[in-house]
């Protein structure tokens, strides 16, 4: 259900707004100052603003909302008394997205409120779309990307582990020259699934690089947390079997694995972590496959 906090002085156009919009959750603040309290403890998908507030008007307010990064997304719809067309110029130049005049009819307020609301729907639909792998159906490399630059920062800022572990399917382009690339289409998808389940915390981060390749970021998990997670992630693909070859020669797909851990420095940069779990995934293709290679950091004592 959608949210909406409606931003006015008069305590009547409050009771008002929220007996016609009773299909949504309702917050009310009654100055600019109350907003901001309101929206450092919650995210409304919708602001309803008044333009005549007391301690500071709504121009003043929507400048503030659109300077920080918490609140600038957050759509604007001005509901107000002043009905000039250079205040409602002003309101929209600023970033609002309509601007409702009085004498307010409920069913105007509705139908906009609904409009709005709809379009907000569907442009989470089309980011979530853009941030999720067609195929496998877990995120992809431009949304780990973000996330890994998020997650390094946080980590410097806090003084926190992070770990990376780089996925590889052993020999799949054998198992696509057998079985064909709708079957390799299919296992890829199985991997993901199974590697998802051995996932059991939120932060825990599970994403296609590219290919047969995954990637799972670990946000404050140290070198040993992360090997264990890391041979569950192992031993869980192997034990699906996803068999290929002859039947007097049966395979079946496996992953190597390559990890590290670290406590990032302000002189450290995202792609030092993929590139040290990188080298340690070479590694382990390298000695024999279907196998956990990990490094971290020379002067971290985790194990």
Not at 192 to 218: D, I, N, W
Not at 273 to 289: H, S, V
Request: a negative charge.
């Amino acid at each position: 259900m959608f949210t909406i906090l409606a931003i006015d002085d008069q305590e009547f156009n409050l009771a008002f707004m929220k007996e016609i919009l009773s299909d949504y959750i309702f917050l009310k603040a009654k100055s600019g100052k109350e907003a901001l309290h309101v929206l450092s403890e919650s995210k409304p998908d919708l602001i309803l603003l008044d333009v005549l507030m007391p301690d500071m008007d709504g121009y003043d307010l929507i400048r503030i909302l659109k300077a920080d990064n918490s609140t600038r997304d957050i759509p604007v719809i001005f509901i107000t008394g002043c009905d000039s067309e250079a205040e409602e110029e002003k309101g929209l130049t600023l970033g609002a997205v309509d601007y409702i005049t009085k004498p307010f009819r409920p069913s105007i307020i509705q139908a906009r409120v609904k409009n709005t609301l709809k379009l907000i729907h569907q442009q989470r639909l089309l980011e979530k779309m853009a941030r999720i792998d067609g195929l496998t159906e877990i995120p992809n490399r431009r949304y780990f990307q973000e996330k890994l630059d998020y997650e390094f920062h946080s980590a410097v800022q806090n003084n926190h582990f992070l770990s990376l572990i780089m996925i590889d399917v052993d020999k799949f382009k054998k198992f696509n020259d057998y079985c064909g690339h709708a079957k390799g289409d299919e296992a890829l998808a199985i991997i993901a699934k199974t590697m998802q389940s051995c996932l059991s915390q939120p932060h825990e981060f599970l994403a296609r690089y590219g290919g047969e390749e995954f990637v799972v970021l670990l946000p404050q998990t140290n070198k040993t947390e992360g090997l264990h997670i890391a041979e569950c992630l192992r031993v869980q693909v192997y034990n699906t079997q996803l068999t290929y070859g002859p039947l007097d020669a049966k395979a079946f797909l496996t992953v190597s694995l390559g990890g590290y851990s670290l406590l990032p420095k302000k002189d450290q940069q995202p792609h030092f972590l993929l590139e040290k779990a990188d080298a340690c995934l070479y590694q382990a293709k390298n000695t024999g496959r279907n196998r956990v290679i990990w490094d971290s950091q020379p002067s971290l004592k985790q194990v």
